[in-house]
């Protein structure tokens, strides 16, 4: 598919690591795990932009109250978003540094992309376990929102939590995969 669209073929993660490794076993259900994940997000979008839709024409024509539309849209990007992360980092859609990659060798393009991984690793890191401690207090404290309709904060907070730590994974098995590779050589 185009540069613009969604590419469901080959991920990197997959095609760096051997075939039969325990991190290309591991990364064939992950790109697995991440294309359905991607069709459960597209159609969270596709619910947002109607819920939206719907609240705009409803005040418009009907000068109908919406309360409870704005954040359940809200709700479904924040998962869209940070579910869709590990796929967008299986394709390398995130912070590389490109703008170093004419100017380095091979072997510095490499080092490069492992001390990109190594620093996202520990961001991603952190935001994941950050993102489940902020869970757990939603789910034990009960936190709800301070809207009218109130829903429960640890729906946003379970997908961003997940979403994170996919990313993490997904990281953790690119850099996995392109240790295995030196290794090899």
């Given at each position: 598919?185009s540069?613009?669209?969604i590419?469901f073929g ?8 051997r ?7 591991i ?8 294309r ?8 969270a979008?596709?619910v ?13 024509f ?8 704005d ?17 967008v980092q299986a394709?390398?859609g995130h ?9 380095l ?11 990109v991984?190594?620093?996202?690793l520990?961001?991603?890191?952190f935001f ?12 034990v ?16 907070y379970?997908?961003?939590?997940l979403?994170?730590?996919l ?19």
């Amino acid at each position: 598919m185009s540069a613009h669209g969604i590419d469901f073929g080959h991920s990197p993660a997959v095609t760096s690591a051997r075939p039969g490794s325990p991190v290309g076993r591991i990364s064939r259900a992950m790109t697995l795990l991440n294309r359905a994940i991607v069709v459960l997000c597209s159609i969270a979008l596709i619910v947002a932009s109607t819920i939206l839709s719907y609240s705009v024409a409803a005040r418009y024509f009907f000068n109908a109250a919406t309360y409870w539309q704005d954040e359940a849209a809200v709700f479904l990007l924040v998962g869209a978003t940070f579910l869709s992360t590990a796929f967008v980092q299986a394709g390398r859609g995130h912070i590389g540094i490109e703008a170093l990659t004419g100017y380095l060798s091979k072997r510095g393009n490499a080092i490069r992309m492992l001390v990109v991984d190594m620093a996202s690793l520990l961001f991603c890191g952190f935001f994941a376990w950050k993102s489940w401690t902020l869970f757990h207090e939603a789910w034990v404290d009960g936190q709800v929102s301070g809207s009218t309709w109130a829903p429960p904060l640890w729906i946003p907070y379970s997908m961003m939590s997940l979403g994170m730590t996919l990313m993490t994974l997904q990281i953790a098995l690119q850099l996995a995969a392109s240790l295995d590779a030196w290794r090899s050589k």
